[in-house]
């Protein structure tokens, strides 16, 4: 009996597969802590956590993990996440960046899949942009409250949406338009903390970690790439969007299929013998030959 025996339906080897799966959390403002959470208790084994924010008074209604001790220490926010998914899963592996994710965009590169708990449109496109180049499925959350007229009260809405290869991508789906960047830009510095809470994180972060346990598990096929799943927090109902189900051209128009990989990757300095790139020293080109060959050999 293991500590997951209760979820064996989720298919042959899926213990093995979350285990050996690296999730990256981009942001671990309220969103990301569910997240984080959750997949601590599926038993994904590893982790890349960024964040450059430490926790604030503000954040305890809705950062889970988050503690009145560590607002009094002032505690980053990827040291509590790292502490919540340990104390867990002691085996898990967590490493994590106490800064801008674009400043360990080499851990990002690794993973499996990357959760963004971003709430800024411009964050959002760059992540997805990263994303789109490796090849790696990207879940965006985002949660908004709208006043609604006088007397009406406030508007709890939200979305979960996976762009992956052959999928629309946040730009298709009018997640990231330049209207919301340029209003973004001009409201640069003004715009405060934006309103959350706890229990409309909690929804979208499940069901965005459902779309990462779909995505490495055998548990339920899914129709076709990508998703766009939409959550009214007043009626509670989440269903899926009808942008996305209407989405039918042949691909994305905004991220080539042959834009991808490394740009700062040159195949000329690993090619031994070519004159005009920059001298590979011996030892490597050894080193590659001889994984060429293993390679090779093996299948
Ligand atoms: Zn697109």
């Known amino acids: 009996m293991t500590w997951l025996d209760r979820q064996t ?10 285990a050996e799966m690296t999730v990256g959390l981009v942001g671990l403002g309220g969103g990301n802590s569910h997240v984080a959470q959750q997949l601590a208790h599926v038993g994904v084994g590893n982790f890349v956590l960024a964040d450059a924010d430490d926790i604030s008074l ?35 592996r967590v490493e994590i960046h106490r800064k801008q994710w674009q400043l ?8 499996d899949v990357i959760v963004g708990g ?17 090849l790696i499925p990207y879940i965006d959350q985002g949660m908004d409250v ?12 939200g979305q979960v949406v996976l762009s992956e290869p ?12 330049d209207e919301a960047l340029a209003e973004e830009s001009r409201k640069y510095g003004a715009a405060g903390g ?61 991220y080539s299929s042959i834009a991808v990989g490394d740009p700062s990757f040159d195949i000329r300095k690993f090619v031994a013998g070519n ?11 050894k080193w590659i030959m001889r994984s060429v060959r293993k390679w090779t050999s093996s299948e």
């Open 194 to 254: 934006r309103p959350q809470v706890v229990w409309s994180n909690g929804v979208l972060a499940s069901l965005a970690v459902g779309l990462v346990v779909q995505i490495v598990t055998p548990w339920s096929r899914r129709a076709r790439p990508g998703a766009y799943l939409s959550f009214d927090g007043n009626s509670g109902l989440v269903a899926e969007a009808e942008r996305f189900r209407r989405w039918n051209a042949a691909s994305c128009p905004h």
């Open 146 to 157: 709208h006043k609604l007229g006088r007397g009406h009260g406030h508007l709890v809405a």
């Open 166 to 177: 052959g999928s629309p991508c946040l730009r298709c789906m009018g997640i990231v338009t």
């Open 118 to 134: 971003l709430d800024n449109v411009r964050g959002k496109d760059e992540l997805d942009a990263f994303c789109r180049r490796f």
């Open 58 to 92: 503000t954040n305890l209604n809705r950062l889970i993990g988050g503690t009145s001790w560590h607002v009094l220490k002032r505690t980053a926010k990827v040291a509590i996440m790292k502490g919540m998914i340990l104390a867990i899963n002691p085996k898990a």
């Open 104 to 111: 360990a965009g080499d851990s990002f590169k690794r993973c």
């Open 9 to 18: 339906f989720l298919g042959a080897n899926s213990e093995q597969r979350l």
């Open 275 to 285: 004159v005009s790139a920059e001298p590979v020293p011996m030892r490597w080109t």
